[in-house]
Nanobody, 114 residues
Framework: VQLQASGGGLVQPGGSLRLSCAAS????????MSWYRRAPGKPREFVAN???????HYTESVKGRFTISRDNAKNMVYLQMNSLKPEDTAVYYC?????????WGQGTQVTVSS
């Protein structure tokens, strides 16, 4: 299983970014896909996950601003991030769960700053 995250960058407060995670290998639509992030000096934290196509969960701080989705035909998972805040600055990681094992992508940097 390989996961490749992309789409990070520098954005001003209030702006938007869409992160993408390309999954290959044994990950498919039945697997839980998640986004996590690690801000400087802080532990890695859960951001959102999606089960099948429409069962989603979010950490409280991103509810109403972030949307996780997946394209099962392309084996892609997305994180649409709107109304970004400086405290969203972090390295964002996608994670796939398959047969009791967590698979992690390499991370993509998101910086929210004016």
């Amino acid at each position: 299983v390989q996961l490749q995250a992309s789409g990070g960058g520098l954005v001003q407060p209030g702006g938007s970014l869409r992160l993408s995670c390309a999954a290959s290998g044994r990950i498919d639509r039945h697997n839980v896909m998640s986004w996590y992030r690690r801000a400087p000096g802080k532990p890695r934290e859960f951001v959102a996950n999606i089960v099948e196509s429409d069962n989603t969960h979010y950490t409280e701080s991103v509810k109403g601003r972030f949307t996780i989705s997946r394209d099962n035909a392309k084996n892609m998972v997305y994180l649409q991030m709107n109304s970004l805040k400086p405290e969203d600055t972090a390295v964002y990681y996608c994670k796939g769960f398959h047969s009791g094992i967590d698979y992690w992508g390499q991370g993509t940097q998101v910086t929210v700053s004016s």
